[in-house]
């Protein structure tokens, strides 16, 4: 089986390719082609992996190309895990909405709305190509902002296009092991979007078992999210958030420490991995070290601007473990063997939560199988909940149609309906700011 990797240079792919390694089913895949705009970093990544095949039999062979119709054809699974702009991008993203006094974060309010705008037309432009070069194959789509962007290439690929990301698993398993259950066993009530989800049950042998942690302060303390919301605020929601509602509960806080951090976490990641690929790239460098070391630091760094406001420490040994490699390898199992399994994912809403149309992309656990993934029917939101979801929805509605239209009045439009911007003339000047400095927003008229 053929896996294409786009955005193949990335920092990430060796969690990917190590996660093919351990797997020695029948229909595994064989093939791994990564593709990437830059051929320095592909060459870097190359190295990395054959450090990681090195004692592996019958390791899945890798190559590496710079051409997209020549990495498509052929592929059974498209996994699309692109950067627009690459990090700088994402450090000007933070830089021009911390400016104006709000959050510039990849994928949640000012910040997000602009990786967005110039990412839709080139997933779009993916998604074409697959349709018509690789028309049985499934995307898997890593790329940030992964509901929007999922959402817009299902427009040209419909239900074989499934969005993934580790922070509900994460969330899941967390929950699990402080209230001592097998995370396998457990049904996990998440409902949301990407980044924008709730846990409202977790169920063991047919048993809710949530209303038992938040009923406990020190059990509901101990772990990341009661550490980041506070144990009163938990219990207020009689639900455990996704970490990335850290900046709609405590917006304020979450900004002004990134105003006041030495460095945003993109200019942070801008450097490090800078490093990263000059170190791989000398002379007998060992490569697979030089990454591992990097990984680590940069996982225990992660959100450290939101812990450190809300007092949370360092983060927990076990949650420095990635995730999304392992939800990808899950799903495509499912797929490609019809090995039936539940996850959650970003697929289309269909009828699922009522207060959204059928195409909406939406964040929720998922029957998959030979034929896809199809999402299960969930319970209503409660109101709170239900007004972010559906407020965020429509910025993302109009995020799609800016990339279409390539209408600066639509982006202005996206900015000012953000909760997290709470001023039309402040989204003017975010387009224009970013307009400035991305070269990808010129369409934008």
């Not at 967390?174 to 996990?188: K, Q």
């Not at 009661?226 to 900004?255: C, M, T």
């Not at 029917?377 to 239209?405: M, N, Q, W, Y």
């Amino acid at each position: 089986m053929k896996l294409t990797i786009l955005g193949g240079g990335g920092f990430r792919v060796p969690l990917v390719y190590g996660a093919l390694l351990g797997d020695r089913g029948e229909g595994r895949v064989t093939e791994v082609v990564l593709h990437d705009l830059d051929a320095g970093r592909l060459t870097a990544v190359a190295r990395v992996l054959a450090e990681q095949a090195a004692a592996v039999p019958d390791a899945p062979v890798v190559t590496a190309t710079t051409d997209l119709d020549e990495a498509l054809r052929g592929a059974d699974f498209i996994f699309s895990a692109i950067r627009v702009g690459g990090l700088e991008g994402r450090a000007n993203d933070e830089r021009v909405a911390l400016a104006e006094g709000v959050l510039g974060q990849e994928t949640v309010g000012a910040g997000g709305i602009a990786y967005g705008l110039r990412t839709v037309p080139v997933a779009v432009d993916i998604a074409r190509r697959v349709a018509r070069l690789a028309p049985d194959a499934w995307v898997i789509n890593f790329t940030n902002p992964a509901g929007l962007v999922t959402e817009a290439m299902s427009r040209h690929l419909g239900d074989r296009v499934i969005g993934i990301c580790d922070s509900p698993v994460g969330l899941g398993r967390r929950i699990a092991r402080v209230l001592g259950a097998n995370p396998r066993e457990a049904w996990i009530d998440y409902v949301g979007l990407n980044h924008l989800g709730w846990v409202r049950g977790l169920r063991v042998a047919g048993r809710d078992e949530l209303p038992r942690l938040l009923a406990d302060p020190e059990l509901l303390g101990s772990f990341e999210e009661g550490k980041l919301f506070g144990v009163d605020w938990l219990q207020s929601l009689g639900a455990i958030p996704n970490e990335y509602l850290h900046y709609y509960y405590f917006n304020r806080e979450a900004v002004r420490a990134y105003q006041q951090a030495e460095k945003t976490r993109g200019a942070f990641l801008h450097d490090q991995q800078a490093r990263f690929y000059d170190e791989v790239g000398a002379p007998g460098a060992k490569a697979l070290d030089v990454w591992d070391r990097t990984r680590a630091e940069r996982e225990a760094t992660y959100m450290s601007e939101n812990r450190e406001t809300a007092g949370a420490g360092e983060r927990d040994a076990d949650d420095l473990s990635g995730g999304y490699e392992k939800v990808a390898l899950a799903l495509m199992r499912a797929i490609a063997r019809d090995e039936r399994t539940t996850l959650i994912l970003n697929v289309r809403n269909r009828s699922t939560l009522s207060v959204l149309d059928n195409d909406a992309v939406i964040e929720v656990p998922c029957l998959v199988d030979a034929n896809g993934a199809h999402p299960v029917t969930v319970a209503p939101l409660p109101d709170h909940a239900t007004g972010l979801v559906c407020a965020v929805k429509a910025v993302e509605r109009e995020v799609l149609a800016a990339a279409e239209s390539g209408s600066r009045t639509t982006a202005v439009k996206a900015f000012a309906l953000h909760p997290l911007v709470d001023s039309v003339n402040v989204a003017r000047r975010l387009v224009e700011g970013y307009r400035e400095v991305h070269p990808g927003l010129a369409y934008l008229r």
